[in-house]
């Protein structure tokens, strides 16, 4: 099989879009065709599921045994369902005999506001779809492993949803891989730059946004923000290559710094690249070193002028993380001494660097200026409410009031509880008062928070129109307590309740 890529002629590229949408070839169409349950079958990469809900003869069939399943499907097949002409010429497709069999990997995605769109990616490597990535030096079609491009993953979707969408001049995609952040970008920024070490995936991400109908944005080759020159952006997004190995062996995963050295760099030197204003977003993980709390070094690594929002989602002793890329790079399937060599060299760096554990997480920095800083480190192994951008972006608005008010001026303010918020009361059965009462938020971060009488009294009563003062007035005069020692002690009560998106400032 050739190792040609196809081009991405954007009338041709209209043309083929245009056969997909009407053999119904989208992600809703292929829920619709598979089922549920075959559906997310596909996403664990397994295939018989939807080989067996493909066994039909229409178009859209043809397409996912093509694409997704990369398997042949006969010449007129294809040209039902195709332009396999155009196909052919531009390399989407590969004749063999009467049959034809796909290049890349044709992924039906879903945009925020119901947009059909696709990503291009390597075969076999769409994450979580069918096919996965064989042991060995290389992939399919011949090409060397560690130039693979791999399509839309967890990580990809993570990213895409936490990702503050507010309408900016200038974007950047550091890390591109088969172009879905910049797909996503371009929906909200004037101009959009890509970069990747890769020009393999510089080339995905064309034909990912070519194929989606997408603006073109700037591609540009090159490591971390070397590409980018003395450009600055409003929006800085990565999802980079953060693994913590012993080697560089696949350039989509593996970033060659050692440690987390790759996503530290990556943060320092953001602060240079942004906008006033400006956010820069990544996915990271982080080395929990002995002796140190994981807060301590990662708070080092904001640099000046930025707030910042760190989140751990979830933490992995070293055995399991090695294991877990070792599976991901499918060393599992080779020679047991090959494999125990390299769980060995990977277990023999943790030791070096005195590593237990690394974190996995979110970080967002956005460039205040301020002199200040907001920096907010937390543990949040939770489910949430995607997509989180709105959440995210309200989080920092939230630090801009506190940094803003003193007590006197907190108290003077109005605020009101914020949606889907809902009080419990937790206590044994029967008895008269409750042993604490908890304040449950049902979106976004869906956080919970224990608040006593007062608190709960006072978030109850918040609806914009008394100031937090007033209303602790009345709820001194309710309990028989000094309205002046209820207004000392409560403040901090308010800006964690104001901090959490409990209670929301009311500015009109």
Request: proline share 5%; aromatic share 6%; net charge negative.
């Amino acid at each position: 099989m050739s190792t040609l890529l196809p081009t991405a002629d954007r009338a041709r590229t209209d043309k083929l879009r245009a056969a997909l949408l009407a053999a119904a070839f989208t992600a809703d169409g292929l829920l619709d065709l598979l089922g549920a349950s075959a559906y997310a079958a596909l996403a664990r990469s397994e295939t018989v599921p939807a080989l067996r809900a493909t066994r039909g003869d229409g178009r859209l069939e043809a397409l996912v045994r093509l694409f997704l399943l990369q398997r042949p499907v006969p010449y007129a097949r294809a040209a039902a369902a195709l332009p396999v002409d155009d196909c052919l010429a531009d390399g989407w497709l590969v004749r063999d005999g009467d049959e034809v069999r796909a290049t890349v990997d044709v992924r039906p995605y879903g945009g925020p506001e119901g947009q059909d769109w696709w990503i291009v990616s390597d075969l076999g490597c769409a994450v979580g779809g069918a096919g996965g990535i064989a042991g060995g030096s290389a992939g399919p079609g011949g090409v060397e492993r560690s130039q693979l491009v791999l399509g839309v993953g967890g990580a990809s979707t993570t990213l895409a949803g936490i990702t503050v969408r507010t309408p900016v001049a200038s974007a950047l995609d550091l890390g591109t891989g088969s172009g879905i952040q910049a797909l996503h970008a371009t929906q909200h920024a004037t101009k959009v730059t890509a970069t990747d070490l890769n020009p393999r995936a510089l080339h995905f991400a064309r034909l990912t946004l070519a194929l989606s109908g997408a603006p073109e944005a700037d591609l540009r080759e090159g490591s971390l923000f070397e590409p980018a020159g003395q450009d600055t952006y409003d929006l800085i997004v990565s999802n980079p290559p953060f693994v913590i190995s012993p080697g560089a062996r696949l350039t989509y995963r593996d970033g060659g710094m050692g440690g987390d050295d790759l996503c530290r760099s990556l943060v320092q030197q953001a602060a240079d690249r942004l906008n006033d204003g400006g956010y820069c977003q990544l996915l990271a993980n982080w080395q929990h070193i002995e002796g140190e709390d994981w807060r301590d070094r990662l708070s080092s690594w904001v640099p000046r002028g930025c707030d910042a929002w760190i989140v751990e989602r979830d933490v992995q002793d070293v055995a399991q993380y090695a294991e877990l890329w070792l599976r991901d790079g499918g060393d599992h399937l080779a020679d047991p001494a090959q494999y125990t060599a390299r769980y060995e060299a990977w277990l023999e760096e943790f030791e070096a660097r005195r590593t237990k554990a690394v974190g996995f997480g979110w970080i967002t920095l956005r460039k205040s200026g301020s002199e200040r800083p907001s920096v907010t480190m937390e543990e949040w192994p939770h489910p949430v409410e995607q997509p989180l951008g709105a959440s995210v972006r309200a989080h920092f608005e939230r630090q801009d009031f506190l940094r803003a008010h003193d007590d006197a001026s907190l108290l003077a303010a109005c605020f009101r509880l914020a949606d889907e918020v809902v009080q419990e009361q937790v206590g044994l059965p029967g008895a008269e008062d409750p042993e604490h009462v908890v304040l449950r938020q049902n979106r976004g971060m869906r956080r919970a928070t224990k608040v006593d009488t007062v608190g709960a009294g006072f978030a109850g009563v918040c609806d914009g129109s008394l100031s937090a003062g007033r209303i602790l007035d009345a709820i001194a005069q309710l309990v028989g307590e000094d309205p002046v020692v209820l207004r000392d002690r409560t403040p901090d009560a308010i800006r964690l309740l104001v901090e959490q998106g409990f209670l929301l400032p009311v500015t009109d």
